[in-house]
């Protein structure tokens, strides 16, 4: 009996040991993948384009058009600040639009949504508000006008986001459509836009749709290294598939010292995409990247080299 009960303790314990060597290689909830993730992430978005940056007076609306042309209704009567006190003079409102497939890696934004599932996205942007210093937010049963450029014929839906621990994006719908108009508004150069949306919310807003016919898909895809698994802490692949008039992009964490999930599910079967692998270590930036035919159903090796956020962004540009 003190045999089998020994046993039985044994094998217990190797099983928790298991579990344990597990979740010391995957990393998850590791403050130090956490700090890595956060680096990699300040790494990334240091080559993106600059927050967009408006002032405007705290006593009557105001009207604002971006760099690409969405058009935003600043109401200042919709903010209040996060601790109930006042409004200063003067609102800044900061501001981001992201409609190119390589702008996607350095905002470091996958377009998957919460329940896993792919989306297409035809614009993701950045909003949010400060009174000296101070973060706003819209109050209850309040919204901010905003119109949004018409990218795609697509009968596109808003989504809303936030980050992860590992600075993911998980998308959920809001189940607001987009609302498409015979004489949608048109500017100067015939672009056209959308009805106004309703904001209520600050940060992160997708112009998205799920994937329902636009693409067939494949299992799941995976890819390795020229020299076999280097020693990097943590890093993150993306999978850029660029359609007429959306963006899906796929991305995986990596776990270099288990090998978890170097692939990327759900891939689609036809077409052109961007592969970027990044990797960082020692407080430096590591990457490749390579245009891939999707219908080859492969991924070539990773060849990490040192780099800096602008040299790649110009390297993915030009493969674009």
Known sequence: MKKSLFSIGFAVLAM???????KEKTGNGSK?????????????????????TFEVPSNKTSEITAKKGTFLRIDPSVFETEDGQPLADKISIGFREITQAPEF?????????????????????FLEAKSDGK???IKSGKALNIDFRRFSTKRMELFVSNRDSLQNMNWMPSNKSFKRVGNAKVVDDGEQYYM??????????????FNRTSYEFSGPISFDF????????????YLLVEGRDTTMALETDLFFKGKDDMMFT????????????????QGKLFAFASKVDLSDSKLPKVKF?????????AKIKALK
């Open 16 to 22: 928790l040991a298991s579990c344990s060597d597990k």
């Open 105 to 125: 890696v350095f905002a470091d934004i996958r377009t998957s949504s919460v329940n896993h599932k792919n989306t297409l996205a035809a614009g993701v942007y």
């Open 135 to 137: 973060t706003l937010r």
């Open 266 to 281: 759900e891939v689609p079967t036809e077409g052109n995409a961007l592969f970027v692998c990044t990797a960082i270590k």
């Open 305 to 313: 080299e040192q780099t800096t956020a602008k040299e790649l962004f």
């Open 226 to 237: 020229v020299s076999g698994i280097p020693d990097f802490a943590f890093g993150k692949a």
């Open 32 to 52: 130090t993948y956490l700090a890595d993730a956060a680096k990699l992430h300040e790494l990334l978005t240091s080559g993106d384009e600059p927050l967009q």
């Open 196 to 209: 106004p949306m309703q904001i209520n919310r600050l940060g992160w807003i997708g112009c998205n749709v």
